[in-house]
């Protein structure tokens, strides 16, 4: 299991920062690691499924969220044939707005589980990246 969690203060209240959050196409604006996300089911985020096309190499990931407690809490899950991912945002109010915690687990399946701790360096690596953009999606 190779985990990344990242913790980001805004000035955004925390209906507008989960509002961004929740609009799982908006992710490919922040997270440099995904080149494209489309909704394929649903009308809203509730229950809605989408595709995250994962860069490099264009795999692609199907994300349902499978639970969404607006404005605080939004989790989805994808299932592939080689690893599992549980994505989860947190919002809480500050004073000065909100914060927002992405935290996310990434599981390979099977005997691949025994390169968790390479994955985990790999998952940092991205991670920081996507932390930065989110940074600055949310200062806007």
């Known amino acids: 299991m190779a985990r990344y969690a990242t913790t980001v203060s805004t000035r955004l209240s925390p209906a507008d ?13 922040w997270d440099p690691g995904v080149s494209k996300a489309v909704r ?3 009308d809203g ?14 795999t692609v990931m199907r ?24 994505d989860e945002v947190r919002v809480e109010p500050s004073k000065a707005g909100s914060v927002v915690t992405y935290d996310a687990v990434l599981t390979l399946n099977g005997a691949l589980g025994l390169v968790d701790p390479l994955l985990q360096l790999a998952f ?13 999606a949310l200062s806007t």
């Open 124 to 136: 940092n690596r991205l991670g920081d990246r996507a932390a930065a953009g989110l940074k600055r």
């Open 17 to 29: 920062a989960f509002a961004f959050m929740a609009d799982v196409r908006r992710f490919a604006d």
């Open 63 to 86: 994300y349902e969220v499978t639970a969404l407690e607006a404005p605080r809490l939004l989790r989805m899950v994808a299932r592939t044939r080689f690893l599992s991912s549980t």
């Open 45 to 58: 985020p509730a229950g809605s499924v989408y595709e995250l096309t994962i860069a490099p190499g264009g």
């Open 40 to 42: 394929v089911s649903g």
